[in-house]
């Protein structure tokens, strides 16, 4: 095996772990907090924006104590992920193929919806959204991956979740209906879609135009999360039938669906969720 090829697998070895088990070999270095027993009560501190692979806050009285004390601050190159998780990011540049458990969160009607209000008042619209999406996502242990137009995408690995990837993302899935007020007698602030799904992923580093590392998942289980998720109604959760098994959730009071998906030779099955008022 060449060199490079030792490296390769060395850096796969490093992801992988990091994804199933939430640390990385005792050879490679780590600040102390960035240990997996000290990280997660970095949600605990307030408030979002955070860094999306450690939870690490940016502002508030958070981002004070994260600046202060741990010297952590938004990437210059990619100010989703802190300083330090892009020197991670940067040097283990690849990633490992894992089980994850992904969330597509769509704004529905949007493109009615800015031709009815103004720019500014559109856009504090979606990022009121944004980030009550992403709290919710990082409540639940999960990464996000992207905020693209009206939509946000998460993902949960069994190293942040004790395993459970696939419930919490349910979980959050129903959390982001709820924080969205489709649960309200008068109906939710913004109307929004969700996806569900369970698969096999290509989880890692990736590099952006310009050199900055940006945390990608790839796969067609990723593409098959973002078009059952397109096929959600407003305040309805679409829950792939691969996640259903992996929970081992109850299917009472849900609606069997077969979606014909772009690409899919063959019916998706899918449950549909609803929030009850």
């Known amino acids: ?121 559109f856009s504090k619209t979606i990022n009121r959204f944004y980030r009550a999406a992403t709290d919710v996502i990082f409540k639940h242990d999960g990464w996000v991956e992207k905020l693209l137009g009206d939509e946000v995408v998460g993902f949960f690995v069994p190293g942040f979740t004790g395993g459970r990837h696939a419930q919490f993302a349910v979980d959050a899935g129903k959390q982001i209906l709820r924080v969205t007020g489709h649960g309200d007698p008068n109906g939710p602030w913004v109307p929004v879609g969700v996806g569900v799904h369970t698969g096999l992923a290509y989880v890692g580093a990736v590099n952006a135009e310009g050199g900055g590392a940006e945390i990608s998942i790839l796969g067609d289980a990723v593409n098959t999360a973002a078009r059952i998720a397109s096929m959600s109604a407003a305040g309805e959760i679409l829950i792939s039938d691969a996640t259903v098994r992996s929970t081992g959730m109850e299917q009472n009071g849900m609606e069997p669906r077969e979606l014909e998906l772009k690409g899919k030779s063959t019916p998706v099955k899918t449950w549909a969720w609803k929030l009850k008022k």
């Open 1 to 121: 095996m060449s060199s490079n090829a030792d490296h390769e697998h060395e850096i796969e070895n490093i992801w992988r772990m990091y994804l199933m088990t939430g640390d990385v070999p005792s050879g490679v270095k780590q600040l102390w907090f960035e240990s997996k027993y000290v990280r997660p009560l970095a949600k605990f501190l307030p408030h979002s924006p955070r860094c999306r692979i450690c939870h690490y806050p940016f502002a508030g009285v958070g981002g004070f104590i994260s600046r202060a004390f741990l010297k952590l601050e938004p990437s210059k190159l990619n100010p989703q992920i802190c300083n330090v998780c892009e020197r991670f990011a940067d040097k283990h540049h690849g990633g490992a193929e894992v089980e994850i458990a992904m969330v597509f969160a769509d704004v529905r009607g949007s493109t009615k919806m800015a031709e009815t209000v103004r720019p500014v008042e």
